[in-house]
């Protein structure tokens, strides 16, 4: 049985917006058409996920949050204990120039991957990298969305399921690393997809919310903004962001351990992450969040959100 919204045998893939049918990827130095645009078989991340990444998003001829982002990139590298990993001026360097040859200013979202690299015969040891990190730049026309590049529906809204997959903890596999070993987020979604939800709300080892398979989570209760701590859930770039325009604006926010009943009578619930920027949950587990719409709270955020992206970012050349 093929899993939900798969493309049927035989038939063409349909790809989310046409004009990323050619588009030109930065792999390893070169920029390459889509199709040439390929790693080798002897690469880490093809051999064992060996890699972090960052999502990125372009608004306006400014790249949005660019040196938070390359600051957690790095970080990740440095804690993956990769050698020879480019300056951040090198990356940003090869992010500008495939921007540039894909004519994107504006309605684009980039994934920005660094692997440790190439090895020079199979295995899990990384002193079988002897190539140096490779640094894959791949840019879409894509803009506010879900992963799957269908647009947010603010109207519309989310629904969740909560996943039987449970969220790395810090003594397995820190999320504070953000890297590429995503199999448990993977398992979840497909959770999700049978269940014919949005997304999957995963849980902690404690049956704390932690995080979905692919965003950070809010809720509002009694008009405090709440979200849990960044222990098994990424500390995202735009989850930061979210608590910095509380605390500017005086709206009430904290962290904490959060259970499901608190999520099941939550008065508001979002998702928030650089692809789908903060997008409303109206339903989690059959229970209707709120009223079933999104919140005042939830819009008066989204709307402060997107004066950031509209005002501030590192500059195109």
């Given at each position: ?30 920029l390459?058409?889509r ?152 398992l ?42 960044a ?11 979210v ?57 008066r955020?989204q ?13 195109l050349?």
């Open positions: 049985m093929s899993p939900p919204d798969a493309t049927p045998a035989g038939a063409s893939p349909r790809l989310p917006d046409p004009r990323n049918g050619s588009i030109w990827v930065h792999v390893g130095g070169e390459l058409p199709e040439q645009a390929k790693v080798s078989v002897f690469d880490s991340v093809v051999q064992g996920g060996d890699a972090a990444w960052e999502g990125l998003r372009v608004y306006g001829g400014r790249i949005f949050a660019l040196d938070r982002h390359l600051d957690r990139l790095l970080a990740s590298a440095h804690a993956l204990a990769f050698a020879g990993v480019p300056s951040r001026d090198e990356v940003k360097r090869a992010l500008f120039e495939c921007l540039a040859k894909n004519g994107m200013r504006d309605g684009a979202h980039v994934r920005l991957t660094l692997t440790r690299g190439k090895k020079v015969t199979s295995g899990m040891d990384p002193r079988n990298n002897q190539y140096g990190p490779t640094l894959i730049v791949l840019p879409e026309w894509k803009g506010r969305a879900d992963t799957r590049g269908v647009p947010v529906d603010d109207a519309k809204g989310q629904r969740l399921i909560t996943a039987a997959i449970r969220r790395n903890p810090p003594q397995c596999v820190d999320s504070k690393i953000h890297h590429n070993n995503l199999i448990n987020n993977i979840a979604k497909i959770e999700a997809n049978v269940a014919g939800a949005d997304d999957a709300l995963m849980l902690d080892l404690q049956g704390f919310v932690s995080e979905t398979n692919a965003t950070n989570v809010f809720m509002v209760r009694r008009g405090v903004v709440l979200t849990p701590f222990d098994a859930c990424l500390p995202g770039v735009t989850r930061a962001i608590l910095e325009l509380c605390e500017r604006h005086a709206i009430p926010c904290r962290e904490k351990n959060l259970s499901l009943t608190e999520a099941w009578t939550a008065d508001e619930m979002f998702t928030t992450g650089t692809l789908g920027e903060l997008a409303p949950v109206v339903e989690l587990d059959g229970r209707r969040i709120g009223g079933g719409a999104r919140g005042p709270v939830t819009a955020l709307g402060l959100y997107r004066e950031l992206t509209t005002t501030q970012g590192e500059p050349p």
